[in-house]
């Protein structure tokens, strides 16, 4: 969704740290492209078959049209003299989401260097869209007396609340012994930190939230929009660092979340989780916002075998295809390093396409639930007749 989740380029150069999303966050209108990321409608994945040549070959043209397509997207989104709402740009970015959200063959890591540097130059300029939808946004709720009443004006913070309420269901079942965190840490909170606020308010109501960005003017604009609030803001404070240079604050942590623009190209996001390992708490969970299949071309892509090699263990993988376009990985911070190291990442447990991936239990929950509904509506059916 979503759902995560930056701070403006006009005010800080970015970036090796701190931007939100969201599993899924452009314009001030409803059709606003960026946030489409996290809120298009997405059809569900097939079932998976048998390769064979005649599916294969089809699967490559799908993929290199696909390429060209969003390349030449890029070139132009590239040229556009600014990323301030216009209806260049919302045009531009609606076509780039509608190209990349649906199920599709791609394997962005698998692409020549050229389409990958292609690919890192758009998720930046995505980063920079979100970031200046989000700051306009922000001064627009601080205008309010209190902002935290007002939150529904942003036209998809629906998203967030998704995304956050998938991430905490994930670390509820999977984190052994459950989570009842006393503090929190958000890496790249932006001046929007929607995901902070949601698990605060919904999920976790005793819990302290320090929230980390790289840009001071992005805090300035996040701790305004608590100044009203009693009890949330009283958990909420808000640092400016790059996580590079945390190292014992780490400690204190019971839950990281890393969000999916801190550390945009691979080897970047892997030094920033390595970093995580080295200093946070023997067991603390580490939630990583990552990002499937095409949607790879508007978010990083974490590889869980870089997770295991930073001194993790990979719990659990979540791939949504619904409005929450970020994926989630979700690990624990393993009590013996080095030995994590030796079979995570030179035994290669956690090697693509072996790692533990689960389906969000928010939808299997709904799946019980519709099933069981049904079963009544039959039986009241069979009574009538």
């Known amino acids: 969704c979503m759902h995560s989740f930056a701070s403006s380029i006009d005010e800080c150069s970015r970036r090796q740290a701190a931007t939100y999303t969201p599993c899924s966050s452009f314009h001030s209108s409803p059709s606003s492209p960026i946030h489409q990321l996290h809120s298009t409608p997405v059809p569900q994945s097939s079932s998976s078959t048998r390769q064979v040549p005649g599916k294969m070959d089809a699967q490559n043209k799908e993929v290199a049209a696909l390429v060209h397509k969003i390349t030449g997207l890029h070139a132009a989104i590239a040229k556009l003299p600014s990323l ?3 209806p260049d740009v919302d045009a531009l970015f609606t076509d780039l989401v509608t190209a990349c959200v649906p199920p599709s063959p791609v394997d962005v890591t698998k692409l020549g260097p050229e389409a990958q540097e292609m690919r890192e130059g758009l998720i930046r300029l995505c980063s920079e869209a979100e970031g200046k939808l989000e700051a306009h946004y922000s001064d627009m709720l601080a205008a309010f007396d209190n902002p935290l009443d007002h939150l529904g004006i942003f036209p998809y913070y629906s998203n967030y609340i998704n995304l956050s309420k998938l991430e905490y269901e994930l670390l509820a079942r999977y984190v052994p ?3 009842a965190p006393a503090r929190v840490a958000f890496i790249g909170s932006g001046p929007l930190p929607f995901s902070s606020y949601v698990l605060a308010a919904r999920h976790l109501p005793d819990t302290m939230f320090d929230n980390y960005d790289l840009c001071g003017a992005a805090n300035d604009r996040a701790s305004k929009l608590f100044r009203a609030d009693k009890d949330v803001g009283a958990r909420m404070s808000f640092h400016t660092a790059d996580v590079a240079d945390l190292a014992g604050e780490l400690a204190a942590y019971d839950v990281v979340f890393l969000a999916a623009l801190v550390g945009m190209a691979a080897e970047d996001k892997a030094k920033v ?7 946070m708490a023997d067991g603390a969970a580490l939630v990583v916002r990552s990002a499937h299949g ?4 508007l978010y990083p892509i974490v590889d869980p075998q870089d997770i295991g090699r930073g001194g993790f263990e990979v719990l659990a993988v979540c791939h949504p295809d619904d409005d929450v376009v970020n994926s989630v990985i979700i690990a624990q911070k393993s009590k013996d390093m080095h030995a994590n190291e030796h079979r995570n990442g030179r035994g290669g447990q956690y090697a693509r396409g072996t790692v533990p991936v689960v ?3 928010c939808r299997f929950g709904e799946m019980v639930a519709d099933a069981a509904q049904k079963r009544e509506e039959f039986a009241n059916a069979e009574v009538a007749f």
């Not at 989780?273 to 200093?279: C, K, Q, S, Y």
């Not at 095409?294 to 071309?297: E, K, L, P, S, V």
């Open 84 to 86: 301030s709402p216009s």
């Open 177 to 179: 012994g459950g989570i």
């Open 273 to 279: 989780i390595a970093h995580l390992g080295a200093h």
């Open 294 to 297: 095409a949607r790879g071309f």
């Open 359 to 361: 389906s969000p239990p």
